[in-house]
Protein backbone atom coordinates (compact mmCIF):
# COMPACT_ATOMS: atom_id res chain seq x y z
CA UNK A 1 0.00 0.00 0.00
CA UNK A 2 1.33 3.50 -0.99
CA UNK A 3 1.06 4.88 2.64
CA UNK A 4 1.81 8.56 2.70
CA UNK A 5 0.73 11.72 5.29
CA UNK A 6 -2.36 12.45 3.13
CA UNK A 7 -3.36 8.72 2.34
CA UNK A 8 -3.58 7.32 5.59
CA UNK A 9 -6.35 10.06 6.59
CA UNK A 10 -8.22 8.14 4.16
CA UNK A 11 -7.20 4.62 4.23
CA UNK A 12 -8.10 4.82 8.39
CA UNK A 13 -11.77 4.55 7.32
CA UNK A 14 -12.03 2.65 3.89
CA UNK A 15 -9.08 0.30 4.89
CA UNK A 16 -8.29 0.38 8.10
CA UNK A 17 -6.77 -3.27 8.54
CA UNK A 18 -4.22 -1.21 6.04
CA UNK A 19 -3.75 1.79 7.80
CA UNK A 20 -2.54 0.09 11.09
CA UNK A 21 -0.36 -1.94 9.53
CA UNK A 22 1.67 1.20 7.78
CA UNK A 23 1.22 2.39 11.75
CA UNK A 24 2.99 -0.18 12.59
CA UNK A 25 5.83 0.94 10.19
CA UNK A 26 5.84 4.19 10.52
CA UNK A 27 3.16 5.14 13.32
CA UNK A 28 3.43 9.20 12.47
CA UNK A 29 2.27 9.97 16.43
CA UNK A 30 2.89 13.80 15.62
CA UNK A 31 1.32 14.08 12.64
CA UNK A 32 -2.33 12.31 14.15
CA UNK A 33 -2.15 14.35 17.24
CA UNK A 34 -1.80 17.84 15.26
CA UNK A 35 -5.16 16.81 13.05
CA UNK A 36 -6.63 16.11 16.39
CA UNK A 37 -5.60 19.15 18.19
CA UNK A 38 -6.81 21.00 14.73
CA UNK A 39 -9.96 19.25 14.34
CA UNK A 40 -10.92 19.56 18.18
CA UNK A 41 -9.71 23.16 18.26
CA UNK A 42 -11.89 24.21 14.88
CA UNK A 43 -15.01 22.34 16.37
CA UNK A 44 -14.75 24.11 19.79
CA UNK A 45 -14.33 27.55 17.73
CA UNK A 46 -17.31 27.15 15.43
CA UNK A 47 -19.67 25.96 18.41
CA UNK A 48 -18.65 27.71 21.21
CA UNK A 49 -21.49 30.80 20.70
CA UNK A 50 -24.15 27.16 21.34
CA UNK A 51 -22.30 25.06 23.39
CA UNK A 52 -20.65 27.91 26.30
CA UNK A 53 -24.22 29.12 27.20
CA UNK A 54 -25.57 25.51 27.45
CA UNK A 55 -22.66 24.60 28.87
CA UNK A 56 -23.06 27.39 31.85
CA UNK A 57 -26.71 26.10 32.23
CA UNK A 58 -25.96 22.72 32.82
CA UNK A 59 -23.38 23.86 35.63
CA UNK A 60 -25.58 26.00 37.76
CA UNK A 61 -27.10 21.96 38.68
CA UNK A 62 -23.66 20.57 39.58
CA UNK A 63 -22.02 20.68 42.60
CA UNK A 64 -19.25 23.19 41.31
CA UNK A 65 -21.70 25.78 40.16
CA UNK A 66 -23.98 25.41 42.91
CA UNK A 67 -21.03 27.01 45.38
CA UNK A 68 -20.62 29.47 43.04
CA UNK A 69 -22.39 33.30 43.04
CA UNK A 70 -24.75 33.42 40.50
CA UNK A 71 -23.61 36.74 39.12
CA UNK A 72 -20.50 34.96 38.28
CA UNK A 73 -22.16 32.03 36.59
CA UNK A 74 -24.21 35.04 34.99
CA UNK A 75 -21.57 36.86 33.66
CA UNK A 76 -19.69 33.72 31.95
CA UNK A 77 -23.14 33.12 30.90
CA UNK A 78 -22.61 36.88 29.22
CA UNK A 79 -19.36 36.38 27.83
CA UNK A 80 -20.59 33.68 25.68
CA UNK A 81 -23.33 35.19 24.05
CA UNK A 82 -20.71 37.84 23.09
CA UNK A 83 -17.73 36.31 21.79
CA UNK A 84 -14.90 37.54 19.58
CA UNK A 85 -12.10 35.71 17.55
CA UNK A 86 -10.18 36.07 20.09
CA UNK A 87 -12.23 34.43 22.47
CA UNK A 88 -13.01 31.54 20.25
CA UNK A 89 -9.65 31.22 19.38
CA UNK A 90 -8.50 31.05 23.32
CA UNK A 91 -11.30 28.46 24.26
CA UNK A 92 -9.97 26.59 21.04
CA UNK A 93 -6.43 25.95 22.22
CA UNK A 94 -7.13 24.37 25.13
CA UNK A 95 -9.65 22.14 23.57
CA UNK A 96 -7.54 20.95 21.14
CA UNK A 97 -4.69 20.48 22.85
CA UNK A 98 -6.78 19.42 26.03
CA UNK A 99 -8.43 16.09 23.78
CA UNK A 100 -4.50 15.41 22.47
CA UNK A 101 -3.75 15.14 25.78
CA UNK A 102 -6.46 13.06 26.57
CA UNK A 103 -5.18 10.70 24.30
CA UNK A 104 -2.13 10.17 25.12
CA UNK A 105 -2.89 9.68 28.65
CA UNK A 106 -5.37 6.56 27.13
CA UNK A 107 -2.53 5.43 25.15
CA UNK A 108 -0.30 4.88 28.02
CA UNK A 109 -3.54 2.64 29.63
CA UNK A 110 -3.67 0.66 26.26
CA UNK A 111 0.22 -0.13 26.50
CA UNK A 112 0.00 -1.14 30.09
CA UNK A 113 -2.87 -3.29 29.19
CA UNK A 114 -1.48 -4.21 25.82
CA UNK A 115 2.25 -5.20 27.63
CA UNK A 116 0.18 -7.12 30.67
CA UNK A 117 -1.51 -9.53 27.73
CA UNK A 118 1.87 -10.47 26.39
CA UNK A 119 1.92 -7.52 23.38
CA UNK A 120 4.93 -6.99 21.66
CA UNK A 121 4.50 -3.46 20.54
CA UNK A 122 6.66 -0.65 21.09
CA UNK A 123 5.73 2.49 23.46
CA UNK A 124 5.62 4.60 19.61
CA UNK A 125 3.53 1.79 18.00
CA UNK A 126 0.65 1.62 20.52
CA UNK A 127 0.60 5.39 20.71
CA UNK A 128 0.45 5.54 16.85
CA UNK A 129 -2.82 3.29 16.91
CA UNK A 130 -4.52 5.40 19.68
CA UNK A 131 -4.08 8.47 18.11
CA UNK A 132 -5.15 7.50 14.50
CA UNK A 133 -7.84 5.70 16.09
CA UNK A 134 -9.08 9.26 17.92
CA UNK A 135 -8.06 10.65 14.14
CA UNK A 136 -11.64 9.00 13.55
CA UNK A 137 -13.01 8.85 16.99
CA UNK A 138 -12.48 12.84 18.21
CA UNK A 139 -11.82 14.53 15.01
CA UNK A 140 -13.68 13.39 12.52
CA UNK A 141 -16.99 12.93 14.49
CA UNK A 142 -16.41 16.70 15.40
CA UNK A 143 -16.53 17.77 11.45
CA UNK A 144 -19.86 15.52 11.59
CA UNK A 145 -21.37 16.99 14.69
CA UNK A 146 -20.30 21.00 13.69
CA UNK A 147 -23.17 21.14 10.83
CA UNK A 148 -25.71 19.38 12.59
CA UNK A 149 -24.77 21.55 16.57
CA UNK A 150 -25.44 24.53 13.97
CA UNK A 151 -28.21 23.09 12.73
CA UNK A 152 -30.07 22.50 15.92
CA UNK A 153 -29.06 25.12 17.63
CA UNK A 154 -27.67 23.07 20.34
CA UNK A 155 -24.53 20.60 21.50
CA UNK A 156 -26.97 19.04 23.88
CA UNK A 157 -29.31 18.04 21.63
CA UNK A 158 -27.11 16.22 19.52
CA UNK A 159 -26.19 12.31 19.63
CA UNK A 160 -24.88 9.77 17.39
CA UNK A 161 -25.67 6.79 19.77
CA UNK A 162 -28.39 5.59 22.05
CA UNK A 163 -28.11 8.12 24.71
CA UNK A 164 -30.22 10.43 22.11
CA UNK A 165 -33.09 7.84 23.33
CA UNK A 166 -32.92 9.50 26.55
CA UNK A 167 -32.09 12.89 25.69
CA UNK A 168 -35.25 14.16 27.46
CA UNK A 169 -33.33 13.68 30.81
CA UNK A 170 -30.96 15.84 30.37
CA UNK A 171 -27.19 15.26 30.39
CA UNK A 172 -26.74 15.00 34.20
CA UNK A 173 -28.54 12.06 34.20
CA UNK A 174 -26.70 8.61 34.82
CA UNK A 175 -28.64 6.90 32.22
CA UNK A 176 -27.75 9.69 29.81
CA UNK A 177 -24.18 9.64 30.81
CA UNK A 178 -23.78 5.81 30.24
CA UNK A 179 -25.21 5.33 27.19
CA UNK A 180 -23.16 8.32 25.65
CA UNK A 181 -20.06 5.85 26.10
CA UNK A 182 -21.40 4.14 23.79
CA UNK A 183 -21.33 6.95 20.63
CA UNK A 184 -21.10 5.59 17.13
CA UNK A 185 -17.32 7.03 16.54
CA UNK A 186 -16.48 5.40 19.71
CA UNK A 187 -17.26 2.65 18.63
CA UNK A 188 -15.50 2.98 15.79
CA UNK A 189 -12.45 4.48 17.15
CA UNK A 190 -12.88 0.98 19.72
CA UNK A 191 -12.69 -1.24 16.84
CA UNK A 192 -10.26 0.55 14.99
CA UNK A 193 -7.84 0.11 18.26
CA UNK A 194 -8.92 -3.65 18.40
CA UNK A 195 -7.33 -3.27 14.48
CA UNK A 196 -4.33 -2.06 15.55
CA UNK A 197 -3.65 -4.39 18.17
CA UNK A 198 -3.57 -7.08 16.00
CA UNK A 199 -1.30 -5.62 13.63
CA UNK A 200 1.31 -4.14 16.48
CA UNK A 201 1.31 -7.05 19.00
CA UNK A 202 0.44 -9.70 17.20
CA UNK A 203 -2.62 -10.80 18.91
CA UNK A 204 -5.17 -12.98 17.08
CA UNK A 205 -8.51 -11.48 17.19
CA UNK A 206 -10.25 -12.54 19.83
CA UNK A 207 -7.34 -11.64 22.41
CA UNK A 208 -7.52 -8.01 20.58
CA UNK A 209 -11.11 -7.64 21.20
CA UNK A 210 -11.12 -8.72 25.11
CA UNK A 211 -7.67 -6.66 25.68
CA UNK A 212 -9.56 -3.73 24.35
CA UNK A 213 -12.57 -3.75 24.91
CA UNK A 214 -11.93 -4.63 29.15
CA UNK A 215 -9.81 -1.70 29.05
CA UNK A 216 -12.06 0.90 27.36
CA UNK A 217 -14.68 -0.32 29.77
CA UNK A 218 -12.77 0.14 32.76
CA UNK A 219 -11.71 3.72 31.57
CA UNK A 220 -15.25 4.55 30.39
CA UNK A 221 -16.50 3.81 33.68
CA UNK A 222 -13.75 5.41 35.55
CA UNK A 223 -14.51 8.52 33.98
CA UNK A 224 -17.99 7.93 34.50
CA UNK A 225 -17.86 7.70 38.39
CA UNK A 226 -15.14 10.55 38.49
CA UNK A 227 -17.38 12.92 36.57
CA UNK A 228 -20.68 11.98 39.13
CA UNK A 229 -18.77 13.02 41.58
CA UNK A 230 -18.99 16.40 40.76
CA UNK A 231 -22.81 16.84 39.91
Not at 133 to 141: C, D, E, I, T
Request: aromatic share 10%; charged share 15%.
Amino acid sequence: MNDSVLTRFWTIIFNPSAAMAAVREKPRVLVAALAVILMMGFFTAATLHIAGPEQVDVMRDTRIGRMMPPEDIDKMYDDYLNLTTVDRVKQALPSGFGGAATVFVLGLVFLLFGKLAGGQGTFGQVMGVVFWSNVVSLGYASLIKWPLVLAKGSMMQVSLGPAVLVSGRGVLDPLFGLLSMFDVFTIWGVVLIVIGFEKVHGFARNKAVVAVVATWLLVSLVMFGIGRLFI
